[in-house]
C-alpha cells in the first residue's frame, strides 16, 4: 500500500488546479468509490424515480453525515440531469457516532452509504430514447488521518413505458425500511424541552442514540449525553433563539430478540413556549421507518 | 442540510468546493477535560447539574477558558528547542493546531496562505505564532521529521510544536486542525475556534476571526467573537 498521508498534500494541490489526474492518482488506495445506481431500470415520463450516489468506503475510514459534527464535512452531492428534470434532495442514510481521542464526536458513514436522490421524469421525455445523468461529489475520507478525495459517475436510461426493478433496486428498498418517519404515538416514545434540556423517553429501549442535523438549534455535550442505555435521553441546548428547532435523527434499539434499531426524525421548536400541541410532529404516522440492524 | 451544494444543472468541473455557506453559529465549545476512553463510556443520566460543578471545580485549572489565564506548557519545536507560553509575557500569542497532511492545513498553508499572511501582518506587532502537532506517534502528521518538512515547504516563519502525547492538546480542548487560540497579552485567553468562516477546504473564508481578534486587541477593544466553532480534520490524538 503506499503512503496515503505522504499522498495527500500533492493530491490535494492537483484537485485545486483541476488536473484531470487528480482522481486516477486517488486509485490506490482506494478507500472511497461511489457509483450512481438507480432504481428502475428505465425512466417513465411523468413519475419519480429514486438514483442515488452509492458509496463504498473501506473498512475502518468513514466518511460525514451533514449533522453536528467536531470535524470534518460531508460529501457533496451534485446530480447532473438534462433539461426539464427535476433533481429532488438528498436523502441521507443514517448514521453512527465516532467518538475519538481528545473528547471529539462525529456523525458518520461507515463502510456503504446511499445517498438517495428523487429524480422527477418531465412528462414529455421521449419514449426509445436514452438519458445520461451524472453526478459528482467531493469528500473528505478519515481514519487516523484524514484525506481529500472526489469522483463522478454517470448512469444510461432508456426512455420507455414500463421499467422493472434494476439490479441494484434492493438497496433503495433498504434504504427506505432504514429511512427516519414520524414517531408512532403508539411506540410510546416521547420528546419534549424541559429546563433548557432537549428530552426523549422511549420506554423499553436498550440504546437511544440523537444525531442533530446540520441546521438543529446547537446541542451541548452529545458526546456524553447524545447516547443513552436508560430508555432517557437528556441533552442541554444552547441558548436557542426563538425560532430555533431541534431537527435530527433519533435511533431507538431494542433488544427483544433480534435486536433492532428503529430510527425516527424529529423536528420540534427549541423553545417549549413556541410549541403549540397542535404542530407536534408525533401525531400522524404511517412509517416507523423501522429498521433491522 | 443547507451546506449541500446541489444543482440540477449542468455542471463539468469536479471542484472542491464543498460547503459553500459560512458557518455563522458562534457555539462557545468550553474545552472538556481530557479523557482517554470513550468507546467505555458510561453514558449514564446521572443529574447533570451536580455533575457539571464537580467538573468545573476539579479541573478549573487544568483546562482552557475563554477569560481565564491559558494553560502553561513546554514544548520543543522541530530543532529540539523547548518553547513555553512563559517565554511570551507580555505578547499576543496565536495557537494553531498543525497536521500537515491534513487537507484544511493544506488549504492554509499552501492553496491560501492565510497563516503566513497573519503572520507577516502582525509579527512586528508584538504577535506571536506557534503551530502545535498533537497526532499521536504513527498518525497522520506525526513525528519531528514530517514536521521539519512540512515547515520548510510551507515556508513558515514560526516554530511547529511536538505535542505527541496529546497533552497539551486535550487541555486546551484542541478538536481540529487548525483550531487557533488567542492569548492576549496579560495571559488570558481571548478566542478559541475557527480560523475563518469558510469550512470547506476551499481557499480561505471572508472573515478571519484571529486576525480580527488580534485587531481588536491592538486596538485596546475586547474580543468581539471569542469562540466558533472550529472546522477541519480531527486531531489525530
Known amino acids: ?293 | 442540510m443547507t451546506n449541500i451544494l446541489f444543482r440540477s444543472l449542468f455542471a463539468g468541473v469536479v471542484s472542491l468546493s464543498l460547503c459553500g455557506g459560512a458557518y455563522a453559529q458562534n457555539t462557545p465549545t468550553t474545552p472538556p477535560p481530557a479523557k482517554d476512553d470513550h468507546k467505555d463510556h458510561d453514558h449514564s443520566d446521572h443529574d447533570h447539574k451536580d455533575h457539571k460543578h464537580d467538573k468545573k471545580d476539579k479541573k478549573k485549572a487544568e483546562t482552557a477558558k475563554i477569560g481565564e489565564s491559558a494553560p502553561e506548557f513546554a514544548l520543543k519545536d522541530t530543532t529540539g528547542k523547548t518553547v513555553s507560553l512563559a517565554d511570551f509575557k507580555g505578547k499576543i500569542v496565536v495557537l494553531e493546531w498543525f497536521n500537515a497532511d491534513c487537507p484544511f492545513i493544506v488549504k492554509h498553508h499552501k492553496n491560501a496562505t492565510t497563516f503566513n499572511d497573519l503572520h507577516t501582518k502582525y509579527n512586528g506587532k508584538g504577535v506571536v505564532f506557534l503551530a502545535i502537532c498533537s497526532s499521536a506517534e504513527g498518525n497522520q502528521g506525526s513525528g519531528v521529521e514530517r514536521n521539519a518538512k512540512a515547515k520548510t515547504d510551507f515556508k513558515m516563519e514560526y516554530p511547529i510544536l511536538m505535542d505527541a502525547d496529546g497533552k497539551v492538546g486535550k487541555t486546551y480542548g484542541a478538536k481540529t486542525t487548525p483550531h487557533c487560540f488567542v492569548i492576549a497579552a496579560d495571559g488570558k485567553l481571548v478566542y478559541n475556534g475557527a480560523i475563518d468562516d469558510d469550512k470547506s477546504t476551499d481557499p480561505a473564508g471572508k472573515t478571519n476571526y484571529v486576525a480580527k481578534a488580534i485587531d481588536e486587541l491592538l486596538a485596546g477593544k475586547p474580543v468581539s467573537t471569542p469562540t466558533t466553532k472550529p472546522y477541519g480534520c480531527s486531531v489525530k490524538y
Request: proline share 11%; charged share 20%.
Open chain 1, 1 to 293: 500500500m503506499d503512503n496515503p498521508i505522504r499522498n495527500a498534500a500533492f493530491l490535494m494541490a492537483s484537485t485545486i488546479l483541476g488536473l484531470g489526474a487528480a482522481h486516477a492518482l486517488a486509485d490506490p488506495p482506494k478507500l472511497v468509490s461511489m457509483t450512481l445506481i438507480a432504481e428502475n431500470d428505465a425512466l417513465i415520463p411523468g413519475q419519480t424515480l429514486e438514483i442515488g450516489l452509492r458509496f463504498e468506503i473501506a473498512p475502518e475510514w468513514h466518511l460525514y453525515w451533514p449533522g453536528q459534527n467536531d470535524s470534518g464535512f460531508p460529501p457533496t452531492i451534485e446530480v447532473t440531469a438534462p433539461k426539464g428534470y427535476a433533481v429532488g434532495e438528498p436523502r441521507w442514510p443514517n448514521p453512527t457516532r465516532h467518538p475519538a481521542p481528545g473528547e471529539l464526536l462525529d456523525h458518520v458513514l461507515e463502510k456503504e452509504a446511499l445517498v438517495v436522490v428523487p429524480l422527477t421524469v418531465p412528462a414529455d421525455a421521449v419514449t426509445g430514447t436514452k438519458v445520461t445523468l451524472e453526478a459528482a461529489s467531493s469528500w473528505l475520507v478519515c481514519k487516523n488521518a484524514c484525506l481529500p478525495g472526489d469522483g463522478t459517475s454517470t448512469i444510461t436510461l432508456p426512455v420507455a413505458t414500463a421499467a422493472k426493478p434494476g439490479s441494484k433496486a434492493g438497496l433503495f428498498v433498504a434504504a427506505r425500511a432504514s429511512r427516519p418517519g414520524p414517531i408512532d404515538p403508539a411506540s410510546g416514545i416521547s420528546c419534549e424541552v424541559r429546563r433548557g434540556r432537549f428530552q426523549v423517553l422511549a420506554p423499553g429501549s436498550t440504546v437511544l442514540r440523537f444525531f442533530p442535523a446540520a441546521d438543529s438549534a446547537p446541542l451541548k455535550d452529545l458526546l456524553k449525553d447524545g447516547e443513552s442505555k436508560r430508555g432517557r435521553i437528556s441533552i442541554a441546548l444552547e441558548d436557542p433563539g426563538p425560532d430555533a428547532r431541534i431537527r435530527g435523527v433519533l435511533e431507538v434499539v431494542t433488544a427483544a430478540p433480534p435486536e433492532r434499531s428503529m430510527f425516527y426524525s424529529v423536528e420540534m421548536p427549541a423553545d417549549p413556549a413556541a410549541a403549540k400541541p397542535a404542530e407536534s410532529s408525533q401525531s400522524q404516522s404511517s412509517d416507523t421507518g423501522e429498521t433491522r440492524r
